[in-house]
């Protein structure tokens, strides 16, 4: 009964490689989001979704594309992986109505260990 | 730049004491949203305030918002041992529904 989840929780690949991370949400929420979290623990969005329509896209490398088959799910396809994109991915999503952001709700996070 | 600034980075406190964590914002907010992240884990939703609201309590937390100094303090009173964690606090500007979140408080409850 999780209410977001993500695949896999850890993920160990060498530069270059291209990788996905997959997000699942049985909330009923119309908007998903996913975040970096670096070592120092700050958090940054990179997408957020509302009913499959990109609606955020923060300044994030090209190499990062996300995909929404439907509401309830929102994939991370990395390309070309570097160093630098080692951290802790979170999916979130929320029911969010006009401008106003409501809670949200947090996966267990993907940690990305590039080599 | 970064939204949220929370004071202290870190602090330490024995279990059964209070522990205030603050956080200062730069742009005027719909609602501002504190969230707990223990260990190897995502983040939790704490409690949300909004900005014409001025204190808001929810169990042991209790949160105030001062809009005219753009700051916001969290106390969690009689701390547990459990409630050793990472705390951020989140902004939600007007117009736009994207949460941009703080530097994080990293608190140690002492058995």
């Known amino acids: 009964d999780t209410a977001v989840s993500q695949t896999p929780k850890y993920l160990v690949t060498q530069m270059g490689n291209d990788k996905s991370i997959k997000c699942e949400q049985n909330l009923g929420h119309d908007t998903m989001y996913w975040y970096k979290q670096d070592s120092k623990k700050f958090l940054k969005i990179m997408f957020s979704?509302?009913?499959?329509?990109?609606?955020i896209n923060e300044t994030v490398p090209n190499r990062f594309s996300p995909k929404s088959p439907d509401k309830a799910h929102l994939n991370l396809h990395i390309n070309s992986l570097e160093l630098g994109d080692s951290a802790v991915y979170f999916c979130a999503s929320s029911q969010v109505t006009g401008v106003s952001s409501y809670e949200q709700y947090f996966g267990p996070g993907t940690r990305l260990t590039v080599t | 730049s970064q939204q949220g600034e929370e004071d202290p980075q870190a602090l330490s406190i024995q279990e059964g004491e209070n522990a205030t964590m603050n956080c200062s914002y730069k742009t005027s907010i719909n609602n501002l949203q504190w969230y707990r992240q223990n260990s190897g884990r995502g983040l939790v939703h704490l409690i949300l305030?909004?900005?014409?609201?001025r204190e808001k309590h929810s169990g042991r937390l209790r949160v105030t918002l001062d809009t005219s100094k753009k700051s916001s303090s969290l106390l969690i009173t009689a701390s547990r041992a459990a409630d050793t964690a990472s705390y951020f606090c989140?902004?939600?500007?007007?117009?736009?529904?994207?949460?941009?979140f703080g530097t994080g408080t990293r608190l140690t409850i002492i058995p």
């Open positions: 989140a902004t939600a500007p007007f117009g736009n529904e994207k949460l941009t």
């Open positions: 979704y509302n009913n499959k329509e990109l609606i």
């Open positions: 305030i909004r900005s014409n609201e």
